[in-house]
């Protein structure tokens, strides 16, 4: 750990990625991260320990740490309830696309009151867990039905 700011370091990019295959397996439900989505995840979201203004001394060169900013995953200050959330729902006027994995976050009630209360035109389910839409695997027929949904004409 670096004193300075709270963040974890790794001793390796290769021990960043496995924290996080870890990590994925301990959510809810059946998560898990396929190797190439935890790399490029990992990839995109570390930074060398050697880059930093005052880097600790005592980590290896190949050293990384995460650049976002752990504050993030302190609770939030505000929760909506469910009836808030109904009423929000409920007063969503335009076209809806819902796209879920087939191993996603454990939410079948939540997701079914959702659909109803959405109406979306467009409710998919592809394979994969929580990160479908970042994995090689799944991620080009994702980005082809989003680009579809928003490309499509309403009036047709």
Known sequence: NNPED???????LEEAIKARERTARLA????????????????????????????????????????????????SIQYFTPDQVDA????IRCPVCILT???GLPMKRVLQKALEDLRPVVNEKFPGSHHFHADPSTA???????IAFLTDDPAE
């Open 6 to 12: 709270g963040q974890i370091i790794f001793e390796s």
């Open 28 to 75: 809810p439900g059946a998560q898990y991260l396929s190797r190439k989505t935890a790399t490029k995840i990992i990839t995109r979201a570390t930074i060398p320990v050697s880059t930093l203004k005052n880097p600790p001394r005592d980590v290896p060169m190949n050293a990384v740490q995460f650049r976002h900013d752990p504050r993030l995953h302190c609770p």
């Open 88 to 91: 929000i729902n409920m007063d």
């Open 101 to 103: 994995a087939e191993d």
């Open 140 to 146: 080009p027929d994702v980005c082809e039905k989003i």
